[in-house]
Every structure is written in structure tokens, then in C-alpha cells.
């Protein structure tokens, strides 16, 4: 039988990893989130006044649990939490790093972070322009306040539509797959932006909890960028890695 032959029957048997069957799930519940939210703008749309001001604190609403939901997630983001998280996103601490044995070779380092920053910001423009336009459109009352909302809750689903199925992000990033991304948590900064235009409690403490999270992870790219990348962190490599939360792109180089 042709070696290419095996190999593909063989990736074809490789079974789902807990993390990948983990997320997979978590897809599941984030798609009925969604349909959720549908049913509510349709059928209860005073559920979504929690966005107005302060009213987060007057009434109850199930948008309180997303709310939570959401904070849950980040703050996880910004704590060293081991075998719960996906590697990817926890890779900046030093309880998931593992040194290469032989010397590094720092300069290789340094052009490394300096390409994928660089890769990493002209996504952020692209980012930006996207808020920006979503802005002008709330700023004309072409969508409101619960419009937003279900931006930010369909980005919550594209989110793990990227980790799973495909990323356009990587078309820019050029990495070959999640755990070694660069921007991994990037994900709550790049899901509430929307809500900048929206103002009250609800959506400014997501900002700024996403703005957090997003700052903690740039400043350990700067201050340790030895535990983004593969040839210094050992734990990165395809051949260590645990959570094989791997796409199509990565299996090909398994």
C-alpha cells in the first residue's frame, strides 16, 4: 500500500483529543447561546435593557449569566491555571513552559517575535476598521444596542468556528495552528470591541476586563517571549503537544 495512502487512513483513525472533544462542545453551547439570544431579541427584547447605564444592578436578566459566563472565561485567561485551559492560551506562564536543553539562540528569538507582532498588528488594524464601521453604524441608529450585542454574541461563536474548523487570522499569522498562535487571547479584546459604542456597566466592564486580559498576555510576549515560540518552549512542539487541538492544516504536518 502507498505511504501516502497509510498516512492519510492513519490520520483518519488519529481519535479526537479530550481538549479538541472539549471544544467541540463548548461550540455546541455557544451556537445555542446564539439561537438563544435570537429567541430573546424576538420575544422578551426587555431583557436587553441590563445594557442600559446602570440598569445591570436594578433587575435581574439571563444576560447576567452570559455576563459572568464571559467574565469566567477572561479571568482564566489571566491566572495560571493547569490541565483545565487549552495550552495555547496558557502558554504565557511559567507553569506551562519548558525549556529547550541547548542554548537559545536569542537573535532567532527576536526576529521570530518581531515577524509576528508584525503579523499580529495589521490584523489589529483590520480589527479596528471593522469596530470602527460597526460604530458608525450604531452612531446612526442603522443598529441599536441589542445589534451589538448579537455582534459581539456571533463573534463569541466565530471565536471557536476558528479554533476548529478555519481561521482566516492564520492567512496573516502564518502559524500553523492554535497552540502556537500568537494572538491566541486576543479572542475577548477582538469579541467586545463592539461594545465601546454601547456605554453602561454591562459593556464597559467587558471592555475593560477584555482590555486587561489582553494587556497581561502582550506584556509576557515582551517580557518572555521564549514561551510563544516552539524552538524555545518545548511544550509547543507537535511532538509534546497534549491538547492536539489541531485543524487540517496541522494534521498534514503531524
Not at 163 to 173: E, K, N, S, T, Y
Request: net charge positive.
Amino acid at each position: 500500500m502507498p505511504k501516502d495512502i497509510t498516512r492519510d487512513k492513519n490520520r483518519e483513525k488519529r481519535p479526537i483529543s479530550k481538549t479538541r472533544r472539549q471544544y467541540i462542545l463548548k461550540l455546541i453551547g455557544r451556537i445555542a447561546i446564539f439561537i438563544g439570544c435570537i429567541y430573546l431579541c424576538i420575544q422578551s427584547p426587555q431583557s436587553f435593557e441590563i445594557l442600559n447605564g446602570y440598569e445591570f444592578f436594578h433587575s435581574f436578566s439571563v444576560l447576567h449569566i452570559l455576563w459572568v459566563i464571559w467574565m469566567l472565561d477572561m479571568f482564566l485567561q489571566i491566572v495560571p491555571v493547569k490541565n483545565k485551559i487549552a495550552l495555547g492560551s496558557q502558554k504565557l506562564f511559567a507553569n506551562r513552559f519548558r525549556p529547550i536543553r541547548e542554548k537559545i539562540n536569542y537573535k532567532a528569538l527576536r526576529d521570530y517575535v518581531v515577524t509576528t507582532t508584525k503579523a499580529a498588528y495589521k490584523i489589529f488594524i483590520l480589527w479596528t476598521l471593522l469596530i470602527v464601521a460597526i460604530g458608525i453604524l450604531y452612531h446612526n441608529n442603522i443598529i441599536d444596542k441589542t445589534g451589538i450585542f448579537m455582534i459581539t454574541v456571533f463573534f463569541y461563536v466565530c471565536d471557536l468556528i476558528c479554533v476548529l474548523i478555519w481561521c482566516p487570522f492564520r492567512l496573516i499569522m502564518k502559524n500553523k495552528c492554535c497552540t502556537t498562535c500568537r494572538i491566541f487571547n486576543w479572542d475577548h479584546l477582538m469579541m467586545f470591541t463592539p461594545f465601546i459604542s454601547v456605554g453602561g456597566f454591562y459593556a464597559t466592564s467587558l471592555v475593560v476586563m477584555a482590555i486587561l486580559a489582553w494587556l497581561v498576555w502582550e506584556l509576557c510576549v515582551m517580557l518572555y517571549p521564549e514561551r510563544f515560540w516552539e524552538k524555545t518552549n518545548l511544550s509547543l512542539k507537535c511532538s509534546e503537544c497534549t491538547d492536539k487541538l489541531c485543524t487540517q492544516y496541522c494534521q498534514k504536518l503531524r
